[in-house]
């Protein structure tokens, strides 16, 4: 247990990864969203995805970020979030299962013992594969929308008919 320290060292296995990388890959991932954004008619749903893109993106590669962090991007998210498709339910069902053995099964198969890190490690590393799925569909859905409204956009197949 960390008792909230943030603390610099280096890994022996992992690689250590230094503040200036981190700076450089969130400013590389955030430039092609800012450049759309800049780009696009000045519509508020076009900052607000923007906003969203780059609080997760900030979020992924920022150095000691704390998991509260997510709520940055989260909050907007909510006002602009369409419905799931199948994978990403069954996803969320799988959130129930990780909740499931972290509060039961890892104890009755006693593990808790001698693996305590165990069920935060697996709810931490599930939800990772959640949070880079979102940030990278959402960075392609965000690239590949162009700046006229779908109404528009069916008004004009219309009148062609």
């Known amino acids: 247990m960390t008792g909230g320290l943030v603390q610099e060292y280096e890994h022996s296995v992992l690689p250590s990864i230094h503040p200036i ?4 890959l969130t400013v590389i991932f955030t430039l092609p969203a800012m450049i759309k954004l800049f780009n696009l008619n000045r519509q508020p749903c076009h900052f607000l995805r923007c906003l969203v893109l780059c609080a997760l993106t900030s979020f992924l590669f920022g150095w000691h970020v704390h998991e509260k ?9 909510t006002y602009s979030l369409p419905l799931l498709n199948p994978l990403e339910s069954t996803y969320l069902l799988g959130l129930g ?4 053995y972290e509060n039961a099964i890892h104890q009755l198969l006693g593990l808790d013992k001698n693996f305590p890190f165990l069920p935060l ?3 931490s590393a599930y939800c990772s594969v959640g949070v880079i799925y979102a940030w990278a569909s959402y960075y392609v859905y965000f690239l590949k929308s162009d700046d006229v ?13």
């Open 21 to 24: 990388v981190t700076i450089m």
């Open 69 to 77: 962090a997510i709520l940055m991007a989260i909050i907007p998210l």
């Open 97 to 100: 299962a990780v909740f499931i």
């Open 121 to 123: 490690m697996l709810t």
């Open 149 to 161: 409204p779908t109404r528009i956009k069916s008004e004009k197949v219309n009148k062609t008919d």
